[in-house]
């Protein structure tokens, strides 16, 4: 079945640094979509990427979509506390339509 | 607009007992889905209901089930629980197809004994 693999699974940045997390199918998507979720909370959506090589930009934030659509970044440019949480890619792609998230990305910024 | 709600908010049940969760979606929604995001693990897709049927459902045993009623609400129960059934279940709700944007509920955080 397909799988959507992200890393790293933690990443630790003094603020102001950049952050990136990678996204990468075991089979082509028809689009993906980033989640964020602040601790103790619930995933909250990002964005959604549909075209191939497709980016997209949030203030800080960038999202790729890779030629292939099979992969995919966030990166994040100069940190700050608030970008804290986890930040989870998910796919969909063949018959069955279903999403499937990858394990996220937690993120700690430290101040 | 309201969001996705979901009861309770926490639970705490001993093992072999059965639990029931609900879930109401964002009006207008028809399809809703279940997650259960154990510590450490990420999301893990339980199950997907669309126009009260039964869509999809993630590598769970048979102890994991649920429904959708006529207004879109969902219920997801599991039987006889485990330990290892303790975790938060997140629902979520789109206007469709699985590819749409997904509005995820608070959870419910259960704790098995």
């Known amino acids: 079945g397909q799988q959507v693999m992200q890393i790293p699974q933690y990443q630790h940045v003094q603020e102001g640094e950049d952050f990136t997390t990678y996204c990468n199918s075991s089979t082509t998507l028809s689009n993906i979509q980033w989640y964020k979720q602040r601790p103790g909370g619930h995933p909250v959506f990002l964005i959604q990427?549909?075209?191939?090589?497709e980016v997209k930009k949030q203030k800080r934030l960038t999202f790729q979509f890779g030629e292939a659509k099979k992969n995919s970044s966030l990166h994040i440019t100069a940190t700050q506390t608030t970008d804290v949480g986890t930040y989870f890619c998910?796919?969909?792609?063949?018959?069955?339509?279903?999403?499937?998230f990858g394990k996220g990305t937690l993120l700690t910024v430290n101040p | 607009e309201a969001g996705v709600t979901q009861s309770p908010t926490h639970l705490i049940k001993t093992r072999g007992q059965q639990v029931t969760l609900r879930c109401s979606p964002i009006?207008?929604?028809?399809?809703v889905y279940w997650y259960q995001q154990a510590l450490g693990l990420g999301l893990q897709f339980l199950l997907w209901?669309?126009?009260?049927?039964?869509?999809n459902r993630g590598n769970f045993p048979p102890r994991f089930s649920g429904r959708q009623f006529p207004n879109y609400s969902s219920e997801l129960n599991v039987n006889a629980l485990e330990l290892e059934d303790s975790a938060l279940y997140l629902c979520?709700?789109?206007?469709?197809?699985?590819?749409?944007?997904?509005?995820f509920g608070p959870g419910t955080r259960l704790l098995v004994l």
């Open positions: 979520a709700s789109s206007l469709g197809r699985v590819s749409e944007t997904q509005y």
């Open positions: 209901y669309d126009e009260g049927e039964e869509r």
């Open positions: 990427l549909v075209k191939s090589g």
């Open positions: 998910a796919g969909s792609g063949g018959s069955n339509y279903k999403l499937t």
């Open positions: 009006s207008g929604h028809t399809s």
